[in-house]
């Protein structure tokens, strides 16, 4: 009751009501619109009578835009106004799941969920920004526990939701369900619209030459680490191996030309300047890290459970259930405490926690029932979801307040490089331990060498987030500078102006 106390702060005035409404409606209908979906995987394939493979470009799509655009929406929400642009993106994401719904082939499906993706970019680019608006740095912590709570809240909702839909209904209501809510959603992002911002917006023009050469940097490092050849998805086949070195290769052309075009124009897309600031940059990087952290539980853990175990999918969700509970309290602890005492050991101690719950998972995961799976997961249900919390306000508080539209794009997309990184890498380092025959194999001698490659990558992944806990160690917030003292009038002094 004391926490929730605390909260009675943050929702004194209608303004600061009014953000929360609307950035907590449009994180639950991002959600809504991501990770469950990939549940109807199966029966959109059945459906449209194609592969598990096809009707993977439906999460590649939506994944490949939101990552190449939430940067570009956080850039025109500094230019024309972070709430109008958060609102354009819930209303693209809530039509596209309308039109999802009414899809009559798998290639609509497709490219309406890329249109999604659009949207969850402009959400994503503009909801942090409007929050270090509203809110000071004192008081973040326990604003962004809103709508990291609400995404949980989204993923709870799709498991169970979505879930009975899938099993009893139809595939079509698990898109058709994120209309009510995207309508309210809207509903309460119009309200924040009457806000002036107390910054002026950028009259410059964009770069929008640079904007389109950081998508396509973007798009080829996250294909990269898709497996869009043929043949087994693998990183050491050759059919692998003509695919992924290419597109790794035309990844680092672009960023080169990326970053040469971007120093030479007046009004550069990023600005490198900020990066200077080496505080903000740390964080990015403990934010890459966690969030590589995520993506790797839910790679592994599914592969662990169902070749490693030969158990069905089924168990995927219970074992994670769990897991995902711990987001709808523990980020308004973390807020909390992040508000009141502001530790400087939060975040570290958050990302060795979560390297804990990966020795655990490395060492006793395949040795033990999966009901015990959970409790070795307990570590990282705590550091996960207090990190998450603390660390977006932590971001958001490190550049002046009138760079928070260039600190909530790179907040968000460091995020999608986290993830991007986390599932490439899990899945690489099991692909590699894997011997080359693991197809001719029977599921019960297979099992083993899943649970090999399953538990160095976990153990891949704790060396990766002790090096985030150390480099989180020393970080340092931003503090605005005072403004200098003001300088005595020249002129004479009283002890000469007598003189004659």
């Known amino acids: 009751m004391r926490i929730l106390n605390n909260y009675k702060s943050v ?5 600061r009501r009014e953000v929360l409404i609307a950035m907590t409606g449009g994180q639950l209908l991002v959600q809504l619109s991501s990770m469950p979906v990939t549940l ?36 025109l929400g500094d230019r024309f106004g972070h709430t109008k642009v958060f609102l354009i993106g819930a209303i693209i994401v809530t039509i596209g799941a309308v039109l999802i719904s009414v899809a009559q082939n798998l290639e609509q499906v497709i490219i309406f969920r890329g249109l999604q993706g659009l949207g969850a970019g402009l959400i994503h680019g503009n909801g942090n920004a409007m929050l270090a608006f509203a809110f000071p740095p004192n008081e973040r912590g326990r604003a962004y526990a809103f709508p990291i709570t609400g995404s949980r809240a989204g993923t709870l909702i799709g498991l169970v939701i979505f879930g009975i839909f899938l099993q009893f209904l139809s595939w079509r209501l698990v898109f058709l369900a994120m209309f009510p809510i995207g309508l309210l959603a809207i509903k309460g992002c119009m309200p924040a619209l009457r806000q002036k911002e107390d910054l002026e917006l950028e009259k410059g023009r964009i770069d929008y030459i640079g904007a389109v050469l950081l998508m396509a940097t973007a798009a080829a490092f996250l294909l990269s680490g898709v497996h869009m050849h043929g043949g087994e998805e693998s990183f050491t086949t050759p059919d692998a191996l003509s695919y992924h070195l ?32 080496k505080y903000f940059s740390m964080a990015l990087v403990s934010n890459v ?36 509970s711990f987001g709808l309290f523990m980020p308004i602890i973390a807020g909390a405490i992040h508000d009141k005492w502001n530790p400087t050991l939060l975040r570290p101690a958050c990302m060795a926690s979560i390297a804990v ?32 919390t603390v660390n977006n306000a932590t971001v958001m508080s490190t550049l002046p307040t009138e ?6 794009g790179m907040l968000e997309t460091t995020r999608d490089l986290g993830h ?32 090999r490659g399953f538990q160095i990558s976990a153990l891949a992944v704790v060396l990766i987030m002790l090096t985030g806990a150390v480099i989180a160690s020393f970080h340092r917030s931003y503090t605005e500078p005072e403004p200098p003292a003001p300088q005595p009038q020249q002129g004479a002094s009283p002890a000469s102006a007598g003189d004659g």
């Open 11 to 15: 929702l004194n005035t209608p303004q």
């Open 403 to 408: 760079h928070r539209g260039f600190a909530s």
């Open 357 to 388: 719950g990966f020795v655990l998972l490395g060492l006793f995961a395949g040795k033990l029932s999966v009901w015990f799976i959970p409790l070795l997961l307990l570590p990282i249900s705590v550091g996960t979801n207090a990190f998450n």
């Open 246 to 277: 290419p597109m790794h290769l035309l990844f680092f052309a672009l960023l080169g030309l990326f970053i040469i075009v971007e120093r030479r124009v007046q009004n550069p897309f990023v600005d490198f300047r900020h990066f200077r600031h």
């Open 40 to 75: 109807a995987l199966p029966s959109i394939a059945r459906h449209f009578e194609a592969s598990i493979n096809d009707a993977a470009g439906i999460v590649i799509a939506n994944l490949l835009v939101l990552g190449c655009t939430v940067f570009l929406g956080a850039r």
């Open 420 to 451: 991007a990184l986390g599932a490439t890498i899990s899945a690489a380092v099991v692909s590699i331990v894997l011997p080359a025959s693991i197809a001719l194999m029977s599921d019960a001698q297979s099992q083993a060498y899943y649970l």
């Open 289 to 324: 890290t966690f969030h590589l952290s995520m993506l790797a539980v839910f790679t592994l853990v599914p592969l662990m459970i169902e070749e490693g175990k030969g158990l069905d999918p089924f168990w995927v969700t219970i074992v994670l259930f769990p897991h995902q």
